[in-house]
């Protein structure tokens, strides 16, 4: 698993299990939204630095920057 996953689950609060067939995360429902919002936070995070260089438009439609459609997809206010 992804270094930087491992670091956010562990962020959030995570058990991890390693008896059963497959280890895994367990996370409470707080620990899973907190985890989600950490992995949102970090994707805008990456694009932040593309702010005001990836708007654009053509004739037919006019796009916001990808920070934007990612908060509003996921409910993220800044």
Same mark, same amino acid.
């Given at each position: 698993?992804?270094?930087?996953?491992?670091?956010?689950?562990?962020? +959030? *609060? #995570?058990?991890?299990? $390693?008896?059963?067939?497959?280890?895994?995360?367990?996370?409470?429902?707080?620990? %899973?939204?907190?985890?989600?919002?950490?992995?949102?936070?970090?994707?805008?995070?990456?694009? +932040? *630095? #593309?702010?005001?260089? $990836?708007?654009?438009?053509?004739?037919?439609?006019?796009?916001?920057?990808?920070? %934007?459609?990612?908060?509003?997809?996921?409910?993220?206010?800044?």
């Amino acid at each position: 698993m992804n270094e930087r996953i491992q670091e956010l689950a562990k962020e +959030a *609060g #995570y058990v991890y299990h $390693v008896g059963g067939t497959v280890p895994h995360f367990e996370f409470s429902n707080n620990q %899973l939204k907190k985890f989600a919002e950490l992995i949102v936070q970090d994707c805008v995070d990456i694009l +932040a *630095g #593309y702010r005001g260089k $990836v708007t654009w438009k053509n004739e037919e439609e006019i796009h916001q920057h990808p920070i %934007l459609v990612i908060q509003k997809h996921f409910g993220v206010e800044e």
